[in-house]
C-alpha cells in the first residue's frame, strides 16, 4: 500500500506570506496526486490533479509541482480565505485511493 | 451546477446498520452514470479516509481493506443515486460520510452526513 506523508502537519503564517506544503510518496507515483482545500463544517475542495494541473475557478497563488514521490503545494501569497487544512491524495493505485495526513494552515 | 446530498446518517449501536445515501442534480454536460462515485469518511477531527467506489456501471466495486465485508457501495443510475450499506457497526466507524465523484480525483462533494456509533 502506498502511504502519503504531508508535511509539517501544521504551520502558522500571515497574510500575504508563501507557504509551501509538502506531500512525500511511499513509492513512485508518476503524477498520479492532487490537493484538496478543506474549511471547518465544510466538504473539500479539489484545487489541483495530476500534480500541477489548476481547477477551473481556482486562483493562481496556488500551484502544485513534482512526481516520482516528492510533491509540493505552494500558496505564492496567502490570503484570509485561505486559512484551512490541504490534503495531498495519490491515485496511482487505483482503484484504490489515498489521502495524506493533512496540513493546516493557521494564523500567525 | 453537480450537486450531491447526503442522507441517512445518524446515531447507531455497535454492531447495528445503516443505509447511506447521495442524490446526484445537475449534470449538465455529462450524466451521473458517465462518473465513477466514490465514498469518502472523516473520523472527528482527524483526516479524509477514502472508503469505497464504484464504477459507472456498477460491475466494479471497491473497498478500503478497514471496511471490506462490511460495507457495500451500490448505485442506481436511473435516479441519479448512490448508496452505501454499513453493517457491523463499530465506534472507529464514526464519522462524517461524503459522497463524492471522479474517477481517480474526486471533483464534486456532497455536504456529508454524520453516523455516530455509540451505545
Known amino acids: 500500500d502506498i502511504q502519503l506523508t504531508q508535511s509539517p502537519s501544521a504551520v502558522s503564517a500571515s497574510a500575504g506570506d508563501r507557504v509551501t506544503i509538502s506531500c512525500r510518496a511511499s513509492?513512485?507515483?508518476?503524477?498520479?496526486l492532487a490537493w484538496y482545500q478543506q474549511k471547518p463544517g465544510k466538504a473539500p475542495k479539489l484545487l489541483i490533479s495530476s500534480a500541477s494541473n489548476l481547477q477551473f475557478g481556482v486562483p493562481t497563488r496556488f500551484s502544485g509541482s513534482g512526481s516520482g514521490t516528492d510533491f509540493t503545494l505552494t500558496i505564492s501569497s496567502l490570503q484570509p480565505e485561505d486559512f484551512a487544512t490541504y490534503y495531498c491524495?495519490?491515485?496511482?493505485?487505483?482503484?484504490?485511493?489515498?489521502f495524506g495526513g493533512g496540513t493546516k494552515v493557521e494564523m500567525k | 451546477e453537480v450537486q450531491l446530498v447526503e442522507s441517512g446518517g445518524g446515531l447507531v449501536q455497535p454492531g447495528g446498520s445503516l443505509r447511506l445515501s447521495c442524490a446526484g442534480s445537475g449534470f449538465t454536460f455529462s450524466s451521473f452514470n458517465t462518473y465513477w462515485m466514490n465514498w469518502v469518511r472523516q473520523s472527528p477531527g482527524k483526516g479524509l479516509e477514502w472508503v469505497a467506489n464504484i464504477k459507472q456501471d456498477g460491475t466494479e466495486k471497491n473497498y478500503v481493506d478497514s471496511v471490506s465485508g462490511r460495507f457495500t457501495i451500490s448505485r442506481d443510475n436511473a435516479k441519479n443515486s448512490l448508496y452505501l450499506e454499513i453493517n457491523s457497526l463499530r465506534a472507529e466507524d464514526t464519522a462524517v460520510y461524503y459522497c463524492?465523484?471522479?474517477?481517480?480525483?474526486?471533483?464534486?462533494w456532497g455536504q456529508g452526513t454524520l453516523v455516530t456509533v455509540s451505545s
Open positions: 513509492q513512485d507515483i508518476s503524477n498520479w
Open positions: 491524495q495519490e491515485a496511482s493505485s487505483f482503484p484504490l485511493l489515498t
Open positions: 463524492a465523484s471522479g474517477t481517480y480525483y474526486f471533483d464534486n
